[in-house]
């Protein structure tokens, strides 16, 4: 396929942009190659500037759950624009979309908007160090919670991929603050609390991973998380920006069946557009200023173009339960499609897959924690990848993602996907 204007345009950018893409994980570094300058988007189709088009099954790192462009957002977002862009006051939206996610999201009782999934893990950390009165908190190795300094500690995905599990620039003041636990280890996480004892605010994690590749939380892992936040007063933190309205309408949680103290919410809530929330208890809520002491705040928190996008897509949500049974039978599809490919070539590597999130780990172990996923040939994937994309399917530039489906893919798209994957196996024997 001809990239001539992609490349063209990379290598302008790298002289005005560091690495040229303006978020690391877009910039191909991990499977080799030249990132793709896409143009636009529509349904299950990525068209990029030298005309080709590609299925792809990133949607925007998670978002577009119905796929690009659709007519619904669209219309929402024009329609919002001719009556401005932003006011910097409360809107009539912004009542509609909290309420609405109080009723979707099982832990929700308040909601509070951001610009980003970052924005909502910083505060939400901060918002349970002012209620606790406490300032350490545990988060897992792997897990991703956005780019605040006490996150970026075993960070997962773009980190790993790039090579520094920790960022410099990150003070030792901060990092001491942050504790480490394997996934899926709730020994680890005892032995934590009670080395930290009356310390810890609270345990942040991604109830069903997706930032070290997809690794599910074992049976009675979630489960016993809650039960040491009831016996020690830590907030529990789901971090769902990646599983919100992905998993079921409600999440991981609902999904799950265990009720965190707060969760962070991300990408679908935008419809594509800039957002983030925040949101939990009604007893932890009320902290946040101007209701309570802990400071937090935003310009362009609940922009009404945003929130025109954001309330658009959760009321499809809402209304189309449907959705979450079309696309669980996707991905069924797809991962057994893979599965009966890896087992015909007698290939050994594993699948992990929930839902409309799943990933291909090119090893043998089972992938259930960061340590596992770090066995993974990340050079076989490379080469799986770019013979993808030679075949018109574009997946996630990197072994430490999670792949995310939409409903804009039909049975065709997924034979499409299934008869490129197993030429691409077939090649790397
Ligand atoms: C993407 C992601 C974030 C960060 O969200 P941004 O909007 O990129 O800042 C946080 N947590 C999880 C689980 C994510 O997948």
Not at 197 to 204: E, F, K, S, T
Not at 239 to 255: H, I, N, P, W, Y
Not at 368 to 380: G, I, M, Q, R, Y
Request: contains cysteine; proline residues 5%.
């Amino acid at each position: 396929m001809e990239s001539k204007k992609s490349t063209a345009l990379f290598n302008e950018a790298k002289k005005f942009i560091p690495g040229g893409v303006n978020s690391p994980v877009r910039a191909f570094k991990a499977v080799g190659g030249n990132p793709l300058f896409i143009r636009r988007a529509d349904g299950p189709y990525l068209i990029d500037e030298d005309g080709n088009s590609y299925i792809e099954l990133i949607n925007s790192w998670g978002p577009m759950i119905l796929g690009h462009n659709h007519p619904k957002i669209r219309e929402a977002v024009i329609k919002a624009m001719e009556n401005g862009t932003s006011f910097g006051a409360p809107t009539e939206r912004e009542v509609q979309i909290a309420e609405l996610i109080t009723q979707m999201v099982p832990c929700v009782d308040k909601i509070r908007m951001v610009n980003s999934g970052t924005e909502a893990t910083m505060s939400a950390i901060r918002v349970a160090r002012g209620y606790t009165g406490r300032d350490k908190f545990i988060k897992f190795e792997g897990n991703y919670h956005g780019h605040g300094d006490s996150f970026l500690i075993a960070a997962g995905s773009g980190a790993m991929t790039m090579g520094n599990p920790d960022s410099p620039g990150v003070t030792k003041g901060t990092a001491k603050d942050t504790l480490l636990a394997p996934y899926n280890d709730l020994e680890a996480v005892y032995r934590l609390v009670e080395a930290n004892r009356d310390q810890v605010a609270a345990i942040i994690l991604e109830p069903v991973a997706g930032n070290m590749g997809c690794v599910l939380p074992d049976t009675g892992f979630l489960e016993g998380l809650r039960k040491i936040c009831d016996e020690e007063g830590i907030v529990l933190i789901f971090d769902e920006v990646m599983t919100g309205f992905r998993l079921s309408k409600g999440g991981a949680q609902e999904r799950f069946g265990v009720k965190p103290d707060m969760c962070t919410l991300g990408k679908i809530i935008g419809g594509g557009m800039p957002v983030g929330a925040y949101g939990g208890k009604r007893e932890i809520m009320e902290f946040v200023s101007p209701e309570g002491p802990v400071y937090q705040a935003g310009t362009l928190s609940g922009n009404p173009i945003a929130m025109a996008a954001g309330l658009t897509m959760l009321e499809h949500l809402n209304s189309h339960p449907e959705v979450y049974t079309e696309l669980d039978t996707i991905g069924t599809t797809l991962v057994t499609g893979i599965q009966a490919t890896l087992r015909s070539l007698g290939l050994p590597y594993t699948t992990n897959h929930v839902g409309s999130m799943y990933t291909l780990f090119f090893t043998k172990q089972n992938v259930v924690d960061f340590e596992s996923a770090k066995t993974c040939d990340t050079t076989l994937f490379g080469r799986y990848f770019q013979g993808m994309l030679q075949k018109g399917v574009y997946l996630a530039p990197s072994q430490f993602e999670s792949l995310f489906l939409s409903t804009a893919l039909t049975s065709e798209h997924v034979d499409q996907i299934l008869t490129a994957n197993e030429t691409v196996l077939k090649g790397l024997v």
